[in-house]
Every structure is written in C-alpha cells, then in structure tokens.
C-alpha cells in the first residue's frame, strides 16, 4: 500500500516539473508533507472534506484543459479522425490472446476483480462506508460515485486521443521533447494554457488534488488497521480513547514518512500508471481472495486463510516482480502504436534548453535539452 502511494506521490511531482520545471524532489516532499500534517492532525473528518474539494478542483481541470485542447486542434471530430486514421480508435476488441493489453475479455474480467477489490474490501473504501449512518446512504454513494468515475474514465479516455491528435506528426518522446510518457500530458497542458497566466496551476492543483486524496485516505485506513488489529488486538486491548487518537496519528506519520521514502523506488518502476496498476493488483488479489474464502466458505478457518494469504501473495509477487525485471532485460516487449516526427522541423536553443515548433501549429514546445 505504501508503494502504491508512493507511486501515487511521484506521478503529480513528474508533471509539476515538466510543467513549471520544478524539482521532483521538492514536488514530492511537499505533498508528502501536506499529506501528512492533515491527515495526522485531522483524521477521517480531514480526510473526507479534503477529498470532496479535491474532486471538485480535479474535474474542472480535467474537463477545462481537454475541451480546450480539443477545439485548439480542430473540434472534436477532427480528434477522432486522427485516431480512426492511426489506429487508435478500436472500441472493442475480442482478441481472445491474454497477453493482448486491452480487449473486451481482459477488461471485462480484469476489470471487475479490481474494481471489486477497491470498492468492496479495501480499507480506505470501507472506512468511508462506517463514516455514514446509515446502509442506505452507502448505497446512494456509490451510485453517485459510479456515475462521476463513468464520466472520469470516458474524460481521460478522450484526453488521450487529443494529446495524440496534436501530436500526431511530432511525437515529443522521439523527438526528445520530454523523457517519459508520464510528461506528455504536462507538455500537452503547457502548450494549449500556457499562454494563460495561472490556467497551468488549475491542471498542477487537479493533479495534485488526486494524489492527496489519495496518500491521505492510505495513510489514515492503514494507521486505522494498524491501531484495532494490532495494537489494541494484540498488545494493548484496554488502550484509552485519548491514548488511541495519539497511537493513530504516530502511525499516521509513520506511514506518511514510509511513503516518502519508498519514492525512491517508485522512480525506478518505469510507466507510473503500469507500476500503480500491477501493485494493486498483486496485493488486491489476496485481499479480495481472503474475504471471498470468508463470505462463501464457512468452514475456512485463520490458520488455512493465513497461509493462502501469504501463498498468494508471495506467488503474485514472484509474477509482478519478475514482469517488470523481464521489461528491464528487454525479454519482454510490447510493440508501440505508430508514431511519427515528420512534422518536427527544428529546434531553437536558448540558454540550455530549446523551444520546439511544428509544421502546421504555431505553438512552441519548451523542453530542457543539453546544448
């Protein structure tokens, strides 16, 4: 879990720097540092108020930043042209090969285990549910939930094909714009507000937005598990309400602290969406195995859920870890949809780093590049 925020925490600070040229590092110790005085401080009630802001600002930069883009490159049906033209735009595919990335099986499939695991039997998910008074409510939240996360998914679907319609002939990572995929859409925001003074801010606060959702909902469900199953299940059963909130908010730093520090390793993960996706699938897995083995067998007892669990875990673990060394070694390969730099023409240095044009748009890329 830690690892997953962590990942969480590195991907904003990637986009702050190609979007203000801000170090990574810094980026990332204010967000952890943010995270964890109010979560630590605050608690659930934190947590949530701040999560309702958040998603707020999230939408509306999301929604303005893509419109935007989409009418500066030709309209909407000159974004799905692009796409249709390229390739891209295959909305169901029954390949029945598993290795395929996307096709209607391995998300149908994929799909519903995981967003089974995170609405079902996920710690942060659950504390939500026992903060409402009643069953009803949760019911109604989620409802309203699938609705926005419909809308989300479809927005950042449709951000992607504008980010490819503008790029289309001049790819930014092989003309060497930007080092990693994770920067296109910050050099895609730059390049369609840049010329706003403070729009750039509105996508950076949205981003962030999410991460902080996030790490603070990780931070106070695992300091939450922490403090009722171990401490007061195990060690200090009649621990007091005033020394349990101080117990809480110790762990709730100290986990806020284990996910700066595991940064470091979430900058070594290559694809940020990849890394986040397989860690929370190769822990997500077990969890939701436990609670099934649970709720239909009966006659399970801790012991045989115990070892299935670390079995489990340890066998994921075994492929998810083994995945991304074999993509390191090159064993591993997956072939890239075509892209193109024909309309890349030149560059201009200035001072150690260029300005990019483009044949058929005005707009110039920044980009730090050695002279």
């Known amino acids: 879990m830690c690892l997953y925020m962590a990942i969480v925490v590195y991907a904003p600070a990637l986009a702050l720097a190609q979007v203000t040229g801000f170090n990574v590092y810094i980026s990332v110790s204010l967000i952890c540092f943010v995270c964890i005085f109010y979560t630590t401080l ?3 009630k934190a947590v949530l108020w ?5 998603t707020v600002i999230m939408y509306a930069s999301m929604m303005f930043v893509i419109i935007k883009g989409a009418v500066d490159v030709g309209g909407f049906e000159y974004v799905w042209q692009k796409n249709v033209e390229s390739g891209r735009a295959v909305l169901i595919d029954f390949d029945p090969d598993p290795t395929t990335r996307h096709t209607f099986w391995t998300l149908i499939v994929g799909g519903y285990f995981t967003w089974i695991t995170i609405y079902g039997v996920n710690q942060a998910q659950v504390q939500r549910y026992l ?25 950042c679907a449709f951000g992607g094909m504008v980010v490819y319609a503008k790029y289309a002939d001049c790819d930014p990572i092989s003309a060497g714009i930007v080092s990693k995929g994770d920067q296109l859409f910050p050099l895609f925001v730059m390049d369609t507000l840049g010329q706003f003074r403070g729009l750039p801010g509105l996508f950076v606060a949205g981003i962030f937005s999410g991460a902080l959702s ?16 171990f401490i007061k299940g195990s060690f200090l059963p009649h621990l007091s309400d005033e020394a349990s909130t101080w117990w809480s908010r110790g762990l709730s730093l100290f986990f806020g602290l284990l996910t700066f520090a595991l940064v470091f390793v979430a900058e070594q993960l290559g694809n940020i969406l990849s890394a986040a996706l397989s860690i929370f699938g190769m822990v997500g897995g077990p969890l939701l195995g436990l609670f ?17 669990g670390i079995v489990s875990l340890i066998l994921l673990f075994w492929i998810g870890i083994g995945h991304q060394v074999a ?3 090159g064993q591993i390969t997956s072939t890239p949809m075509p892209t193109s730099t024909e309309g890349c023409d030149l560059f201009e240095y200035h001072h150690g780093s260029c300005h990019h044009r483009r044949h058929h748009h005005s707009h110039k890329h920044h980009c730090r590049r050695a002279r």
């Open 42 to 44: 605050g608690g659930m």
């Open 214 to 229: 996030t790490v603070s909902s990780g931070m106070n469900s695992l300091a939450a598990i922490v403090l009722e199953d």
């Open 292 to 308: 099934t083995l649970g709720m239909f067998f009966p006659w399970a007892n801790r012991r045989g859920a115990f070892v299935g």
């Open 50 to 54: 701040t999560d309702a802001l958040q």
């Open 327 to 329: 993509k390191a070694y």
């Open 131 to 155: 903060s409402v008074q009643t069953k009803q409510m949760v019911t109604q939240a989620l409802f309203i939930n699938l609705v926005g996360l419909f809308i989300l998914m479809i927005t």
